[in-house]
């Protein structure tokens, strides 16, 4: 079952027998899914699962749902931030056998060390080891085993609750309780619902953790950059001719976001989250772009950092991808305030 039939089945947008039963499987499967995390989470808030303290200040970016919330603009965000200080800084992601997102992050900040391994206690200890005064924790709310000093996490507001049930009937990697225990949260991508479902979405999570901050921001396109380096303005994408493809979490946003720039989108290929690109594939997408007459072929950072070094590069519909940047609408001094008090110290964290 590929990323958007599955979305449609725990959404329960795919009607019928099979969809009923597959829907049912899924609820008791979560059942023993939630029992594990809730066990986890208890014995990590006892303290009788150990966390380990890092030599520098660490600052947490997570989700509490599966796809992309938009993690990754709002780590580069803090690393510039941090970087604005004079305050040596690294990255820990995990990584996996993925190259996209420590890619994206160590084009994006050049000064900023990306280490990439599992381990994250490990991680923490090189970090030290090169000189960085403050540590960020990619993907991290999960990550129990190593203390921070400030948890944030990022919600997409197109779909806050993962559909309001555990992995895998929902896409919640843990009760959305579990946010009593964060400082922050991130609203991502908040242009693309009206203002009374924001407003909705605040006041749900004003209720599990009152005292966090909860940030507004959305997801600015900067420019396009081809794969000939060319930077092609965003006032040049109106009334351009589109096709678009993308491996990630939340594909939906991304289509809104060409649609927004003013570019006619053709058409578009969506791939699962994490897709392995070849030659063929490609291939294949400049012929449906050639068929349906396209000006250029766009995709994202975080697919074009996998898919960039077999892309042809003498076509007459060039590849580019489409830069975007975090943009606060609302409470960005108080995040900004928030972290400076955690890299001084003067949180109180919460297990």
């Given amino acids: 079952m590929n990323q958007r039939n599955f979305h ?43 966390i ?4 520098a200040p660490v600052i947490s970016i997570g989700n509490i749902t599966t796809g992309g919330t938009g993690k990754t603009p709002l780590v580069i965000w803090i690393c510039k931030f941090l970087q604005q200080k004079k305050i040596p800084c690294a990255v820990l992601t995990r ?5 996209d997102e420590p890619a994206v992050l160590a084009e994006s900040c050049p000064q900023t060390k990306v280490i990439i391994n599992p381990d994250r206690v490990s991680a923490a200890g ?22 921070r000093d400030l948890d944030i996490v990022t919600i997409d507001a197109t779909c806050p609750f993962g559909y309001g049930k555990l992995l895998p009937a929902g896409l ?23 203002e009374s479902e924001l407003s909705r979405v605040k006041e ?8 966090m901050i909860i940030a507004k921001s959305i997801h600015k396109p900067v420019c396009v950059k081809s794969i000939t380096g060319e930077e092609i303005a965003l006032e040049q994408l109106k009334g351009k001719k589109v096709f678009a493809f993308c491996g990630i979490g939340n594909p939906d946003a991304f289509l809104s976001t060409i649609k927004a720039t003013g570019a006619e989108l053709v058409g578009s290929k ?4 994490h897709y392995h690109y070849s030659s063929e594939c490609l291939a294949g997408i400049y012929e449906k772009a050639r068929c349906l007459t396209a000006d250029l072929i766009l995709t994202t950072q975080k697919d074009w950092a996998k898919a960039k070094m077999i892309m042809p590069a003498s076509t007459d519909i060039p590849f580019a991808y ?8 609302a409470e960005e001094g108080k995040l900004k305030q928030l972290i400076e008090d955690a890299l001084a110290g003067k949180i109180r964290r919460k297990y």
């Fill in 8 to 50: 449609k089945l725990i959404s329960g947008q795919s009607v019928g027998l099979t969809a009923t039963i597959l829907r049912f499987s899924m609820r008791v499967a979560a059942i023993g899914y939630s029992l594990v995390v809730r066990l986890r989470n208890f014995l990590y808030s006892k303290q009788w699962l150990k």
């Fill in 52 to 55: 380990h303290i890092a030599d």
């Fill in 95 to 99: 990584g996996y056998k993925e190259i």
């Fill in 126 to 147: 090189q970090a030290v080891g090169f000189g960085a005064k403050a540590l960020i924790m990619d993907d991290g709310f999960q990550h129990r085993r190593l203390h």
């Fill in 172 to 194: 919640l990697r843990e009760p959305v309780g579990s946010l009593k225990r964060t400082d922050a949260v991130v609203l991502t991508r908040c242009d693309q619902i009206s």
């Fill in 204 to 211: 749900e999570l004003q209720i599990i953790n009152p005292d």
């Fill in 270 to 273: 969506i791939y699962d989250d």
């Fill in 322 to 329: 489409l830069e975007v940047e975090i943009k606060f609408t």
